[in-house]
């Protein structure tokens, strides 16, 4: 009698917090689309290969839209998604949409924070100086960087801070039931819905009031549906990148080569920033898609309602693609990687993300040379339930600074 075959459940643990699960290096290098099991006892097609992950996400046969049937559930506060969001919407409506936040996130409106990112940077590192020398490097720095930069994108006052942290804690943390997702949501939700409201009454120069202005009174996009965009940007658009720097600062300390490389050639920042995006992506929950139609891709069929897990983390680790792909190197060129996605839905503030990231690594190691983590690395914890994996916190110390 032979014994059932069981598929492996998706996510798989990892071994050591920096790598992706070992088992998908293991599925990438024999079976790089493969059946794995769901929380709910469903099942999806796994892609582990960055070719087919670049294929199936740039092909319309696959849809986004979280409501379609087969669409795969990967943990139960994911279960939940807000109608009207960017990111869950299939062509046209999600063209049309898309078209008028682009302009938003355009070269010319994203430098123009850049200043100001700067500026927040060297403020935040004055005050870890002036605070320090032990302290959490989340909670003092990886937070705020990118949360100031969202409020001054939509004009959310930075005072709100700590409340959307908190709601987007919920969301994609990993730890909340889905009525506390739920809950938040729609508190989060009154809150921009009152902002809405406030920017349209009294406009400035900020996303949301240039928005209303070319779209919302003109009858083309509802407040609703703002809500919903500024729902999406608000949450997702920190969250991925404050753990992206608690997790290149650790990177970085865990391979004092290319540390003191990077100290040695401020000019290495921008390719460092790309390896760190490449090695890391912090979303390792993978992209999520629903086959809308019988579709072949390389050679494997996938039938319409098949639900898939695109890992992407995995996928900038095919060493088909990245010579020595387990190897973290800030000075690696050549081919782009997908950790903000690809195709149709590809992350509208990846722009952003970069300029914020620019901005820390070419700053923190020059004015706080000797930053190291304050505790063994065992005893970091890390976020392996969150939808984003990151460090809860990263207790960090120093031994000197430079004051300017």
Known sequence: MSTPITSPVFPPPREFPLDPPPLLRALQATEPIARVALYDGGEAWLVTGFATAK?????????????????????????????????HMDAPEHDVYRRMLA???????VEALRPAIADSVDELIAGMIESGPILDLVDAFCIPVPALAICALLGVPYSSRDYFVQCAETFLGGHSSVEQVVEARASIQSFLGDLVEQRRAEPGEDLLSRVIRQYVVPGELTADQLVGFAELVLTA??????????????????????????????????????????FLTPPHLGRHRVAIRDVEIDGHLFRKGDGVVVALNQSNRDPAVFPDPDRFDITRS??????????????????LARIELRAVFSKLFTRIPTLDIAIPFEEIRFKHDSAVFGCETLPVTWQDAKTR
């Open 334 to 351: 050549g081919h782009p990687h997908l950790a903000f996605g690809y195709g149709a839905h590809q992350c509208l503030g990846a722009m």
């Open 237 to 278: 658009g920190f969250d991925t990148t404050h753990n992206t720097i608690a997790l290149g600062v650790l990177t970085l300390l865990q391979n004092p080569d290319e540390l003191a490389a990077l100290k040695q050639d401020p000019a290495l920042v921008d390719s460092a920033v790309e390896e760190m995006l490449r």
């Open 55 to 87: 294929t199936l996400l740039r092909d319309d046969a696959f849809s986004a839209d979280a409501g379609r049937p087969g669409y795969p559930r990967v943990h139960p506060t994911l279960t939940h998604f807000t109608s009207g969001q960017l990111n």
């Open 103 to 109: 302009p938003e996130f355009i070269v010319k409106r």
